[in-house]
């Protein structure tokens, strides 16, 4: 098992930023990639942004040039810096640390509010 533990989330005004945090623990030697993902009430989860061991990333299009995702692997944390953030980025923000040959292991969220 993974435990995912998060942090940073909050309300801020549109045009403002904030910083996400992950830290993952347990099981974590065939954890590969680590990312975020977020959902607003009657919809789908959908992807943020993902970040592999070997640095590579993968983002939304709604985020591009706006959201930033780093990790540390050696610390099993990743970070997701967010800047530019408008009301639709409003949302639970979700962590996910994805491994081989299991199943992915999900945070418990953290609610991000940018008030218009």
């Known amino acids: 098992q993974v435990q995912l533990a998060e942090s940073g989330g909050g309300t801020v005004q549109a045009g403002g930023s904030l910083r996400l945090s992950c830290a993952a623990s347990?099981?974590?030697?065939?954890?590969?990639?680590m990312g975020w993902f977020r959902q607003v009430p009657g919809k789908q989860r959908e992807l943020v942004a993902l970040?592999?061991?070997?640095?590579?990333?993968i983002y939304a299009d709604t985020v591009k040039g706006r959201f930033t995702i780093s990790s540390d692997y050696a610390k099993s944390t990743v970070y997701l810096q967010m800047n530019s953030l408008k009301p639709d980025d409003s949302a639970v923000y979700y962590c996910?640390?994805?491994?081989?040959?299991?199943?992915?292991?999900w945070g418990q969220g953290t609610q991000v509010t940018v008030d218009s």
């Open positions: 996910v640390a994805q491994r081989l040959l299991r199943e992915d292991s």
């Open positions: 970040i592999n061991k070997g640095g590579k990333q």
């Open positions: 347990g099981s974590i030697s065939r954890i590969f990639a």
